[in-house]
Nanobody, 116 residues
Framework: QVQLVESGGGLVQAGGSLRLSCAASGSIFSLNTMDWNRQAPGKQRELVATITGGGSTNYADSVKGRFTISRDNAKNTVYLQMNSLKPDDTAVYYC??????????WGQGTQVTVSS
């Protein structure tokens, strides 16, 4: 079992920045890929950014150049630095961890609200 706890969400004006954190605990030795997803009201959950165990990253087109995903393996934490935020970025942001056995775990989510 893996437990994920997100933090760092909040209310910010358009153009501002936030940094989300996701701390993992439990059977972390088996963790491989970690990613951030988001779900806006009335919309499907979408993948925002991914980072592999080797540090390779990938981003949704909508956030490229504005968001940066990183991980600190010593702290078992993954981050999402969000810059130049837009009202369209408003959503609940979820952290997901996938083990080498292809089992995924989700955090409880953290609300990000960007005002215009």
């Amino acid at each position: 079992q893996v437990q994920l706890v997100e933090s760092g969400g909040g209310l910010v004006q358009a153009g501002g920045s936030l940094r989300l954190s996701c701390a993992a605990s439990g059977s972390i030795f088996s963790l491989n890929t970690m990613d951030w997803n988001r779900q806006a009201p009335g919309k499907q959950r979408e993948l925002v950014a991914t980072i592999t165990g080797g540090g390779s990253t990938n981003y949704a087109d909508s956030v490229k150049g504005r968001f940066t995903i990183s991980r600190d393996n010593a702290k078992n934490t993954v981050y999402l630095q969000m810059n130049s935020l837009k009202p369209d970025d408003t959503a609940v942001y979820y952290c997901r961890a996938t083990t080498r056995y292809a089992v995924s775990y989700w955090g409880q989510g953290t609300q990000v609200t960007v005002s215009s």
